[in-house]
């Protein structure tokens, strides 16, 4: 059994900052890409950041927040983290944790997702 758990999450007035964790736990082998996703209501749910596993550890992110998130992942403890600064009203949404990766050494790469952190931007 695999676990993605979120952490970091709460309320922040305009252009502070949050740091976002997951913790990945459980029969993991390796994992290759970890990324952020956040969702609103009624919108669809829109990827933030993504980050590989080789050593260069390259990060994409969506235009909307280049210059202000950092992703970033500490593959001994199998966590990614987001540095979010000068955030915005409207990155206020549900931060959720994604990752692939193998629970076995020949096996197939599975799809995991967390249950998310709420990031709210009000003053």
């Known amino acids: 059994q695999v676990q993605l758990v979120e952490s970091g999450g709460g309320l922040v007035q305009p252009g502070g900052s949050l740091r976002l964790s997951c913790a990945a736990s459980?029969?993991?082998?390796?994992?290759?890409?970890m990324a952020w996703y956040r969702q609103t209501p009624g919108k669809q749910r829109e990827l933030v950041a993504t980050?590989?596993?080789?050593?260069?550890?390259?990060?994409n992110y969506v235009d909307s927040v280049k210059g202000r998130f950092t992703i970033s992942r500490d593959n001994a403890k199998n966590t990614v983290y987001l540095q979010m600064a000068s955030l915005k009203p409207e990155d206020t949404a549900v931060y959720l944790c994604?990752?692939?990766?193998?629970?076995?050494?020949?096996?197939?790469?599975?799809?995991?997702w967390g249950r998310g952190t709420q990031v709210t931007v009000s003053s």
């Open positions: 994604y990752a692939i990766l193998r629970t076995q050494v020949t096996g197939p790469r599975y799809q995991y």
């Open positions: 980050i590989t596993s080789d050593g260069s550890g390259s990060a």
């Open positions: 459980g029969s993991i082998f390796s994992i290759h890409t």
